[in-house]
């Protein structure tokens, strides 16, 4: 079974520094991906990053970059230079790579608040 | 490109009534999905189809939700008999098959069941 593990349910961050948010995994699996999504108060979840399985260098994507480490089945986001505008709910949340829904399994969310 | 829509985005409605929502995907999307997020919890989903089939049912899709999406366009979720404990956000997202890591999710349907 597929599981992902969010162990800080909230997290202070000072304007401009980074934060680490923390994410572990559990599956089988030898191929699967791992993904990043931000959820605003709107509700709607917005898509950072993603890491496959076997992709040899970490993802980045602007401001956001996944710290990979395949043997810890950990899959970190760092997000550099805060901005008043990250603060939201930050779901980990990964997908098996095999034939059928590829659906996403999520963790519990980590609530960022990023203080000017 | 408009993204993927959800209607209503919010509804209140009393126990026992049934209620029906709708999700609009990306119009080039082949896949769609459906999710349900409850309070302090991530996304859970529950059901998904690959143009007009519905492919695959979670165990939490009880016999009293009831997904289609006739001629592969948009989708509607009903929920018959409504329980306080189906109090939940329902997500809808879409993708293209090839490019699985591609998902856009909508704003979500906020249900509050009295």
């Known amino acids: 079974a597929q599981k992902i593990t969010q162990t800080q349910p909230g997290m202070f961050v000072q304007e401009k520094e980074a934060v680490t948010l923390d994410c572990t995994y559990d599956?089988?699996?030898?191929?699967?991906?791992l993904f990043w999504y931000k959820q605003p108060s709107s509700g709607e979840m917005i898509f950072l990053i993603y890491q496959g399985s076997y992709d040899q260098q970490n993802a980045t994507e602007g401001r956001y970059s996944l710290n990979f480490q395949k043997a810890r089945k950990s899959a970190n986001l760092v997000i550099s230079a805060s901005q008043l505008g990250d603060s939201a709910m930050y779901f980990c949340?990964?997908?098996?790579?095999?034939?059928?829904?590829?659906?996403?399994?999520f963790g519990t969310g980590t609530r960022l608040t990023v203080i000017p | 490109d408009t993204g993927v829509s959800q209607d209503p985005r919010h509804k209140i409605t009393k126990r026992g009534q049934n209620v029906t929502f709708r999700c609009d995907p990306i119009?080039?999307?082949?896949?769609l999905y459906w999710y349900r997020q409850t309070l302090g919890q991530g996304p859970e989903f529950l059901t998904y189809?690959?143009?007009?089939?519905?492919?695959?049912k979670s165990r939490l899709l009880s016999d009293r939700f009831s997904a289609e999406r006739p001629k592969g366009s948009f989708s509607t979720l009903e929920i018959q008999r409504t329980e306080q404990g189906d109090s939940a956000m329902y997500l809808c997202a879409s993708s293209l098959w090839d490019r699985g890591y591609g998902y856009t999710f909508g704003s979500g349907t906020r249900l509050t069941v009295v």
């Open positions: 599956t089988s699996d030898p191929s699967y991906g």
């Open positions: 949340a990964m997908r098996r790579d095999q034939t059928g829904a590829n659906n996403l399994f």
């Open positions: 119009s080039e999307h082949n896949r």
């Open positions: 189809f690959q143009n007009e089939a519905q492919l695959e």
